[in-house]
C-alpha cells in the first residue's frame, strides 16, 4: 500500500461513485482489508463499496481498481525499478569517476 500510496494522486477521484476493488496474488487479513477500506473511503468518498478478490496470476502483486484508474504494484516491477535505480547510479559513479 506504499507503493500505492505513491501513485495515489493519478488515482484517486474524489467524484468517482462506483466500487473500487483490491486484487492480489494472496489472501488479506481482516485487519489489512480493513485498513485498505479505509484508505479508498478516503480516496473515493463517494465510492459505492470496496472489494476484495483474489487472482493467481498477480503473485505477489496487488492491483486497484475505480472505473477506468489502475494503480498497481507487484515483484516484478519492483525489480525492474530497483534495477533502473541501480543502473542510473553506476553510470553516475562511472562519469564522476571519468
Known amino acids: 500500500m506504499e507503493k500505492m500510496e505513491e501513485d495515489k494522486k493519478d488515482f484517486r477521484d474524489g467524484t468517482y461513485a462506483g466500487p473500487v476493488r483490491l486484487i492480489s496474488g494472496f489472501e488479506l487479513s481482516d485487519d ?39 494503480v498497481a504494484w507487484n515483484l516484478e516491477k519492483y525489480l525492474k525499478d530497483l534495477e533502473r535505480e541501480m543502473l542510473l547510479a553506476l553510470r553516475s559513479n562511472m562519469r564522476n569517476a571519468a
Do not use: H, Q
Not at 470496496?50 to 481498481?65: P, R
Open 32 to 70: 489489512t482489508k480493513e485498513s485498505i477500506r479505509e484508505k479508498f473511503t478516503r480516496w473515493f468518498p463517494s465510492s459505492g463499496s470496496v472489494g476484495f478478490e483474489i487472482s493467481g496470476d498477480l503473485g505477489m502483486g496487488v492491483e486497484a481498481l475505480a472505473g477506468d484508474k489502475k
